[in-house]
């Protein structure tokens, strides 16, 4: 073979290697762009999107939206500064004809109460989506809803709000939103604050959304009660209107609170300063039920207590209960406790026993317990009255039997 014959047999075995290593890098590369585009898809399809339950987030983003309405309230176009850019651009926003442009409020003592928050999480920002309600004012009893997404880009300490409405709110929850900004610059009006939250903050504030709700809003209180404690207390909602009627809650302030942790939920007992309980039972920021008493339904820490208790311990601790329903007026509960000869002979009717108690009861009283016998399967406890307010005593002895779990029939001197 003569050299020119070996020099095209090289070009030839060159070009085909050549061939060969294209064929292969462009089969890499159509393998790694679907797999890119799949790890994209992907990404997009798993929203992660879940119920805020650290209260320093709810707070901290909740502020945000609170510094959008005031500037709104104060007719201050810095407001621009505040708002995604994306929204701005959908919505020909500028920063002089913002005012016209978003939501509109006359007042510069608004009111926001964030409700339900959403977060989605994401590589660059932090995504909030939150339902809330505005006043015009504090103590004003209409309510506005209102729903935002608001960005946080924790990097830059910086926030953007983008307002939305219930549906998008609605799809936004379900289904997450695809983000394309990366960050959010800094400006002069939106620096992201985080806010540091302790129990007693998270404790006030739960008990004000119950009262606000109660006041305002009754039939939104009534749904907050925790299922099996609504159905045992109340046959409808009247039964529950009356029984609040009772508990003077208006304008009542925290006293006492404790914090547990349940495997299911948080739970915050309250107690304000009528005496009043709420036990709050929590399983995200401010996604709770509320149980008003500690007798209706059996609570786990009542059982526990309960079933390590002597016979005496027992008498007492259901005499407790049926005076903590005396005290709350709860008349249908103590009158269930009486037993049926009891109340055959001196109380045929709920309303005869009601009367009763008004006439012969503190209307708030504490309770000593004094001399315990045991009589076969009665048990007799003497009991030392003291009312709250005047400190005037008196005495009545009960009479109980003990029933199956925590059943008990009761009856007193008259």
Same mark, same amino acid.
């Given at each position: ?41 992907? #990404? %997009?399809?798993?929203?992660? !999107?879940? /119920?805020? =339950? ?8 909740? $502020?945000?939206? &609170? ?110 939103? #695809? %983000?394309?900004?990366?960050? !959010?610059? /800094?400006? =002069? ?8 939250? $302790?129990?007693? &903050? ?116 259901? !005499? ?95």
């Amino acid at each position: 073979m003569d050299n020119k014959k070996k020099v095209i047999l090289i070009a030839i075995i060159i070009l085909i290697i050549l061939m060969i290593i294209i064929s292969i890098i462009m089969i890499f590369n159509k393998k790694k762009s679907t797999m890119n585009q799949y790890m994209y898809v992907e #990404e %997009i399809e798993n929203k992660n !999107i879940q /119920k805020v =339950d650290n209260y320093s987030q709810f707070f901290s983003v909740s $502020n945000c939206i &609170t510094l959008y309405y005031t500037y709104i309230g104060q007719k201050d176009e810095g407001v621009y500064q505040l708002l995604d850019t994306e929204y701005v651009q959908e919505n020909n926003i500028t920063n002089t004809n913002v005012l016209d442009k978003i939501e509109k409020v006359s007042s510069e003592n608004i009111y926001y109460n964030a409700e339900e928050m959403y977060t989605q999480d994401n590589k660059k920002l932090k995504i909030y989506y939150v339902h809330g309600k505005l006043k015009e004012d504090m103590f004003e009893e209409k309510s506005v809803d209102t729903y935002f997404i608001v960005y946080v880009d924790n990097y830059n300490t910086t926030f953007a709000i983008y307002p939305i409405t219930q549906s998008e709110y609605n799809t936004c929850i379900q289904n997450g939103k #695809e %983000i394309h900004i990366e960050e !959010i610059a /800094k400006n =002069d009006k939106n620096k992201y604050t985080s806010i540091i939250v $302790n129990d007693e &903050t998270i404790t006030t504030r739960l008990l004000y959304d119950y009262k606000d709700k109660v006041q305002n809003d009754i039939e939104a209180s009534y749904e907050k009660l925790e299922e099996n404690y609504r159905k045992t207390k109340f046959e409808n909602i009247e039964e529950y209107k009356n029984y609040i009627g009772n508990r003077n809650i208006e304008f009542s302030m925290l006293s006492q609170y404790l914090k547990t942790k349940e495997p299911d939920y948080t739970q915050y007992v309250c107690v304000d300063q009528n005496g009043n309980y709420y036990i709050f039972r929590e399983t995200s920021a401010m996604n709770y039920t509320v149980i008003l008493d500690t007798y209706t339904i059996d609570l786990p820490e009542f059982l526990e207590k309960y079933n390590t208790a002597s016979d005496q311990q027992k008498v007492a601790l259901n !005499i407790d209960r049926f005076m903590q329903a005396i005290n709350d007026k709860d008349y249908k509960y103590a009158y269930n406790c009486l037993a049926d000869s009891f109340k055959n002979n001196y109380f045929k009717t709920q309303a005869e026993f009601e009367s009763y108690v008004k006439k012969n009861f503190y209307e708030n009283s504490d309770i000593k317990y004094n001399e315990f016998k045991t009589q076969q399967d009665l048990y007799t406890y003497s009991v030392i009255f003291t009312d709250k307010k005047t400190g005037e005593k008196k005495n009545k002895t009960f009479v109980m039997q003990l029933g199956e779990g925590t059943k008990f029939v009761l009856s007193f001197n008259r």
